[in-house]
Nanobody
């Protein structure tokens, strides 16, 4: 079992930056693929970024590639999402999720555990 708690969301102007954090509980954190997904009003939840258990492999949605960096610290049971050059279209609730798989997955259906989400609002 993995429990996830996100933090770091907020209101930021376009072009600004935010760093989201996700604290995980449970002894098996380091064995899970971790991901960030987001959901804007009226849209389906979509993959943003994912990282494998060791941090050696990452994947990003095209919409955030080059502007965002996912990382993890297994000693702190925490995964991060650094987002730069934010745009109004990045506005959404951002969810941290864990998947009991070996490789990074982009489908939301592959993620077993979810946090409660943190709101990111980017003003123009």
């Amino acid at each position: 079992q993995v429990q996830l708690v996100e933090s770091g969301g907020g209101l930021v102007q376009a072009g600004g930056s935010l760093r989201l954090s996700c604290a995980a509980s449970g002894r098996t954190f380091s064995s899970h693929v971790m991901g960030w997904l987001r959901q804007a009003p009226g849209y389906e939840r979509e993959f943003v970024a994912g990282i494998n258990w060791s941090g050696s492999r990452t994947e990003y949605a095209n919409s955030v590639k080059g502007r965002s960096t996912i990382s993890r610290d297994n000693t702190k049971n925490t995964v991060y999402l650094q987002m730069n050059s934010l745009k109004p279209e990045d506005t959404a609730v951002y969810y941290c999720a864990a998947a009991s798989v070996l490789s990074v997955v982009t489908s939301r259906d592959r993620y077993n555990y979810w946090g409660q989400g943190t709101q990111v609002t980017v003003s123009s």
